[in-house]
């Protein structure tokens, strides 16, 4: 986090997408093991629903840092840079 502090403009969105994305997964172990324990429906489907959302936005942000990370590669080709790939 304190990373966050430092750094701005992509760099940022790179960090940030970085460290939300184990943060979501966290959340559907959490989620996952509340299905297997609760007794209570509407937790279960609570549950469910924020299994859904976190996997759609988990997929979301790995969307977005491969598409982040071809732009940048573009950009540098542009600019005669080798990515040494």
Do not use: C, Y
């Not at 979501?24 to 989620?31: C, D, K, Q, R």
């Not at 299905?35 to 609570?46: D, P």
């Amino acid at each position: 986090m304190k990373k966050l502090e430092s750094i701005a403009g992509n760099d940022f969105d790179v960090e940030f997408i970085n460290l939300m994305i184990p943060h979501h997964e966290g959340a559907i172990v959490i989620v996952k093991e509340t299905l297997q324990k609760s007794q209570r429906g509407e937790i279960k489907t609570l549950a469910n629903e924020i299994i859904k959302a976190q996997e759609g936005e988990i997929k979301q942000m790995k969307d977005w840092l491969a598409f982040s990370e071809q732009v940048n590669v573009n950009a540098a080709l542009n600019k005669g840079i080798t990515t040494g790939n």
